[in-house]
């Protein structure tokens, strides 16, 4: 019997080409209790991609509904103790959940994010380390009502986490993952891994190069739903 805690893997997908790869890089993990959740979004394109992996992944179909209701509808039906969530354009190092793992034990967190790289549409890595390291939690508080360091796809969080704070914001199209990150702040301290584990894909069809500017006016809506929250954390960090 497997003694590691069970990983919910869940891929929002929507027309999306290198969701194969995306699946394959879970399958690779050296982590080895894991359930894969492929939420298929109304998808009309790229679906023949998902056929090798029907018998190792969970999958289900709804309507389209957005990012936020795909991830939603997987962590419903979820079975793990922890969530991770991978877009379908991006790529698990083989030992990320691993690490994350062992990282949340040996620092008592719930939540962990990675530093990660940027590659092209053939997977060549067009960066250094994106990585984003704070000298204390007021710092990260300060960085976090400016805007987002934190890449969904590097995020492994407990699943009592979402008992406490709710899911995602299925109305935001664009700043789900942002918005409940600044919801679990209050209430969590989290963890960091300076070390790559994920390869984010940048090219012409993502969400944040079509609507840049729809993104930018929901970030500001978001910041300003959470300025008076996170500013009285900030002083309380700061008063320390």
Known sequence: MNKEPKVSVIIPFYNCPYVDLAIQ??????????????????????MEKLEPFKDKIIYIRKSNGGTASALNKGIEVATGT????????????????????????????????????????????????????????????????????????????????????GRFNEKLLYTQDYDLWLRILPYYTWSYIEEPLLDYRVHNEMGSVIHKEEQKKEIEQVQARHRRVLSRLLQKERGK
């Open 82 to 165: 922890y969530f991770a969530w991978l877009s379908a354009d991006d790529l698990f190092h083989p030992n990320k959940i691993n690490h994350q793992i062992q990282m949340l034990k040996s620092t008592d967190t719930l939540f962990n994010y990675t530093a990660y790289y940027y590659v092209n549409e053939q997977g060549e890595r067009i960066s250094e380390t994106i990585n984003m390291i704070f000298d204390s939690r007021a710092h990260f508080i300060e960085t976090m009502m400016l805007g987002c360091p934190v890449n969904g796809s590097t995020v492994l969080l407990h699943m009592d986490i979402f008992r406490t704070v």
């Open 25 to 46: 890089s879970v399958l690779e993990q050296s982590y080895s209790n894991i359930e894969i959740i492929l939420i298929d979004d109304g998808a009309t394109l790229w």
